[in-house]
């Protein structure tokens, strides 16, 4: 007993010279030896209190319960994509993941530069909700680079093809559809908004559209203006049907009605295929050229900035 209490007192001592080597040599006061002791201990113990990336991700989920639907699905498909395909970050302690860990994770799980952009924005959030439960020290996915690509040329449709269009959702079939397009093709909603969208937000007499902030993709609400090519079919599709306050605007099947509404349009085929957000685009294309006010186009499309 009395030999292995002298050889880990000598193993003691050793440590004991090495952390004042390490603290300053000779110039080591005892305080500062405490103190690095001290600071020793307290990252011995945050280094305990992490969890792995599958958890993080599921305290992720439960804290964003009340976000949308497919808001959710793409935190679950770009997280479970990510740990499909690379095992090993299931289980991985977030506190030790570094920029050079979510490098490679990013580019062994994704091969197109969009996938990574999104993916690495759902990473992200993951991990400064676990930097906000202490369970790591930093977001080191702020000091990887975002993955550049290209953006696709969004076409902008010229007037024949909005003809087109407007008289395939203006067909007996697709009547009750005709709000809906007109307001993406008139007023620049976006499909996604239309969808939640109510007639209660349609203001006839102040001629504005409420996009509240559970219509918003961007959560933020705004007004858009009514223009008078856009009043007149409301005017007319309202007075024909005249729906309830709460009635949506778009109706029952809608998702498969729009399809086939661009189908019967021209739209749909490998030569000729839909682009989502050509309607908005279109919109703001027309009116930036009439009306010649950017500012003003700001705020009929909700943007932060003019640019």
């Excluded at 110039?27 to 690095?36: F, G, P």
């Excluded at 498909?77 to 740990?83: D, H």
């Excluded at 009547?175 to 969208?197: K, N, Q, S």
């Excluded at 007149?232 to 949506?248: A, V």
Aim: glycine share 6%.
């Amino acid at each position: 007993d009395s030999s292995t209490s002298r050889g880990l007192g000598d193993v003691y001592k050793r440590q004991a010279l090495e952390l004042v080597q390490r603290c300053g040599g000779s110039r080591c006061s005892m305080r500062r030896a405490r103190k690095a002791i001290e600071l020793g201990a307290e990252e011995l113990k945050n280094g305990e209190q992490t969890v792995s990336f599958a958890a993080a991700v599921d305290e992720t989920l439960k804290v964003k319960c009340g976000r949308r639907p497919t808001t959710l699905r793409d935190i679950r498909y770009f997280t479970g994509a990510l740990m499909r395909r690379c095992p090993e970050l299931k289980n991985f302690p977030v506190r030790k993941l570094t920029p050079q860990h979510c490098s490679r994770f990013l580019e062994s799980a994704f091969s197109s530069g969009r996938q990574r952009y999104k993916a690495r924005a759902v990473m992200s959030g993951i991990l400064s909700l676990s930097l906000r439960r202490g369970w790591c020290r930093q977001n080191p996915l702020l000091r990887v680079d975002a993955p550049s690509f290209r953006e696709q040329v969004i076409a902008v449709l010229n007037p024949e093809e909005i003809k087109c269009l407007r008289n395939a959702a203006e067909s007996p079939e697709f009547r009750d559809c005709a709000p809906a397009v007109w307001i993406m093709m008139y007023a620049g909603i976006r499909p996604g908004e239309v969808a939640r969208l109510r007639w209660c937000d349609v203001d006839m007499e102040e001629r504005v559209i409420s996009v509240r902030p559970l219509a918003s993709k961007t959560g933020g609400a705004r007004h858009v203006t009514i223009l008078p090519v856009l009043a007149k079919w409301l005017k007319f599709c309202r007075d024909r049907t005249k729906p309830g306050p709460l009635t949506p605007i778009c109706p029952k099947g809608w998702t498969i009605k729009w399809r086939k509404i661009r189908r019967r349009a021209g739209w749909g085929s490998r030569k000729r295929s839909w682009v989502p957000d050509c309607l908005r685009h279109t919109y703001a294309s027309y009116h930036a050229k009439h009306f010649k006010d950017y500012n003003l186009l700001q705020m009929e499309m909700g943007h932060r900035s003019s640019s």
